[in-house]
């Protein structure tokens, strides 16, 4: 069944949605220590929040427009429409911003919109093609997606307007996360159909989405799921044993693979893929990573979730 997501809405004042910002940041660009940029008056050059994009290393600059909208009594409330003129006057801004960006971001609290979006690809295609830097839009849209996949965010920003989750709630939410990190081909394709390092990266994930309640996205390293707390947060004593078991069995699995290499039971080719030689370590792998299937099967079975 899918996950029902949990509308927000958006800050009352532009300090907070700057300071959600800054929070959001490193689970899309890896970078644990975005700064706000300068202080209220000073020239900011389109950018009050930047850091670095772990994946290039290019400096990302975003500006954050909390825009006002009123209501039918003419009472401000959050949201509003952005139009092309205030695109362009900041981006405008943000090509003097030094040193140069690799990425802008303007973000907003306005709702998703097709014009703005039109406007901000074709606006980064010139820049790009100028040699400037890429440009695009952060609506309230994409808060709200962010919000609903990181518990943490959620229980710092909005722990008012939620209702509190019972222990088996926050159990099944953890549950939720494992079964999706183990939804992957490392866990039932071939050995010698695998990508040596790709397995093995796949393996650790799984075993730091276990270990940490993060799941991120193999390409991107992006965090794509985020829970508060790991298998040591159930609440359920026997689903944390069961836990701990797949946790030390993924690790287990991890090693014997990188001695099975090193011993050359396992042969890497130059294209990426693997054989492994010597059938008896080829079943005691398949063995492992099988059993570590099933046990967290008998874990989400438990709690009445469908397997893996």
Known sequence: MAKISQAFFPPRYWQEFEDLTVAVFPDVFGDPSP????????????????????????????????????????????????????????????????????????????????????????????????????????????????????????????????????????????????????????????????????FLGAIRDTQTALNTGELVDRETRHVIRKVIGGWHDLQDESLRDGCRNVSEGLKKLRADIHDAIADQSIIKHPNGGMTVVVAAIRDSLETLRQRCVDEMNDVLAQSGMAPI
């Not at 509003?80 to 981006?91: D, V």
């Not at 008012?160 to 039932?188: I, N």
């Open 35 to 198: 700064t706000k940029f300068g202080r209220p008056g000073q020239c900011q050059n389109g950018v009050d929040v930047y850091g670095m994009w772990r994946r290039t290393n290019g400096l990302v600059g975003i500006q954050c427009k909390r825009m006002e909208e009123r209501d039918e009594n003419n009472d401000p409330f959050p949201g509003g429409i952005i139009s092309k003129s205030i695109l362009l006057e900041e981006y405008h801004k943000a090509l003097e911003f030094r040193p140069a960006l690799e990425r802008w971001i303007f973000a907003t609290t306005a709702k998703r919109d097709a014009a703005v979006q039109r406007c901000a690809l074709e606006l980064s295609a010139n820049s790009v093609k100028e040699g400037q830097f890429a440009v695009s839009v952060w609506f309230w849209d994409d808060y709200v997606t962010y919000l609903n996949v990181n518990d943490d965010l959620t229980k710092f920003y909005y722990s008012a307007v939620l209702e509190l989750r019972t222990p088996e709630d926050q159990d099944r939410q953890l549950l939720e996360l494992f079964r999706t990190a183990f939804s992957r081909p490392a866990f039932y394709t071939s050995f010698n159909r695998e990508n040596a390092d790709d």
